[in-house]
């Protein structure tokens, strides 16, 4: 049964920073690829960050360069995103999505991010 369980969502000041994890089961995570998407009240789903299964490869959304970081531990499963510069425009649900096999596409549950004063 294939699982991923974000963690690390909540409150934050703007300017601050938090660490997101997925903790991912059930398939091979060391051949996925990797993706957060976040969907802010109001707004379509947008693909945030993505890291690829081999050479670790990653690509990140124009309003987030420089800001956000993924990366991926394959001997613990676990794929994150570390948010630097938070900005209130950031407040999102954001959400755990793995690529795998021939067409495996599966969903976290989400985790809240809301940065605000």
């Known amino acids: 049964q294939v699982e991923l369980v974000e963690s690390g969502g909540g409150l934050v000041q703007p300017g601050g920073s938090l660490r997101l994890s997925c903790a991912a089961s059930?398939?091979?995570?060391?051949?996925?690829?990797m993706n957060w998407y976040r969907r802010a009240p109001g707004k379509e789903r947008e693909l945030v960050a993505s890291?690829?299964?081999?050479?670790?490869?990653?690509n990140y959304a124009d309003s987030v360069k420089g800001r956000f970081t993924i990366s991926r531990e394959n001997y613990k499963n676990t794929v994150y995103l570390q948010m630097n510069s938070l900005k209130p425009e950031d407040t999102a649900v954001y959400y755990c999505?793995?690529?795998?096999?021939?067409?495996?596409?599966?969903w976290g549950q989400g985790t809240q991010v809301t940065v605000s004063s």
């Open positions: 999505n793995a690529i795998y096999g021939n067409s495996g596409d599966s």
């Open positions: 059930g398939f091979a995570f060391s051949n996925a690829a």
């Open positions: 890291i690829s299964s081999v050479g670790g490869y990653t």
